[in-house]
């Protein structure tokens, strides 16, 4: 393959394309808008060989889709509505917390005797049965609802395409019940709905993909591994912590027997005694203290640190396996 720039297509505006953003610059990556915040196309700075596309979630999906992109952040619902075979097409290397929303069924209030997918299916089947016609459901989310609904048996219903407020429909008399995305419920609650016992769809959120069907150059290939090795030694940085200890005298197999059930790894050891220097998780930090402090540790620290490279990681592993 001719060697072409890496396509990483990100969020163009609002929250998600600051999010974004923030996401890549947490690891040393910086969006660059050469011509200003209209410029829909840009760079990594410090990284050549990556072209950034700002567009709308939805159309990141489409360029990632159509392999028009390497790359690309956006939203889990998107890709399972508008892509049927995601699994062949994309793969999700990671979630990157934040656009977090559930896709959902919600009826309304008045409903008190509708609240799972069983009830909602025996009123279904008594509306045709008793009026001649299919309960509407509203939505955008068409093709998630169909597949959710077919996993419950339920086919007496028509849907009716929102391009609007969709939480506004049953009131308007547009349809009967709706499945959209929510993220406090305040909004459904606003407009007397709820959502049902197990009418959860989707919990979605914002997610680093990969497009399988892309052109991958070898230049394509070393520039994501650039990318997402930086991406991947800033999350395990940001979810451990580094311990350093100092000990007059430490057998190192009985420091690992008693830290290693605690998810620390021993990183250094000086040998019989001096300083050692550990990694764990953030949520067991204060465990492994009270471990080494057992086995007489002083003067122990534990400190954050900016990055955390290691000989490999789950992200670029993840990509290259699929790639092969």
Known sequence: MVDEPLILAVP????????????????????????????????L???????????????????????????????EDLIREQVADVTGAFELLTPLGFGQANVVVAVPQAWIDVRTMADLEEVATDMRVRHGRKIRVATKYVNLTRRFFADY?????????????????????????????????????????????????????????????????????????????????????????????GFEQIDQEELERVVGPLGASLRYAAEPGGEVVLQCPVSRRFDVVHALQGLGAHNVTVRKVEYVFEPSNALTDRLLQRLS
Do not use: C, M
Not at 27 to 37: C, D, E, I, N, P
Not at 48 to 75: D, K, M, R, Y
Not at 207 to 226: E, F, G, H, M, Y
């Open 45 to 75: 700075a410090g990284v050549p060989g990556v072209e950034v596309l700002f567009l709308s979630a939805s159309e990141i999906v489409n360029q990632l889709a159509a392999g028009a992109a390497h790359l690309g952040i956006t939203g």
């Open 153 to 245: 048996g339920i086919s007496d219903y028509r849907i009716v395409e929102s391009l609007g407020a969709t939480e506004g429909a049953p009131g308007s008399g547009a349809a009967e019940l709706i499945v959209d995305i929510t993220t406090t419920g305040a909004t459904l609650a606003a407009n007397a709905l709820r959502v049902l016992d197990d009418g959860v769809i989707l919990r979605s959120e914002a997610n680093l993909v990969a497009a399988l069907r892309a052109p991958w150059s070898d230049s394509a290939r070393r520039t994501a591994q650039t990318v997402l090795t930086r991406i991947a030694a800033e999350e395990l940085a940001r979810t451990t912590r580094e311990v350093r200890a």
């Open 12 to 43: 163009s505006k609002g929250r998600l394309q600051e999010n974004a953003a923030a996401f890549f610059a947490r690891a040393g990556l910086v969006f660059s808008q050469t011509r200003g915040a209209r410029d829909y196309r840009g760079t």
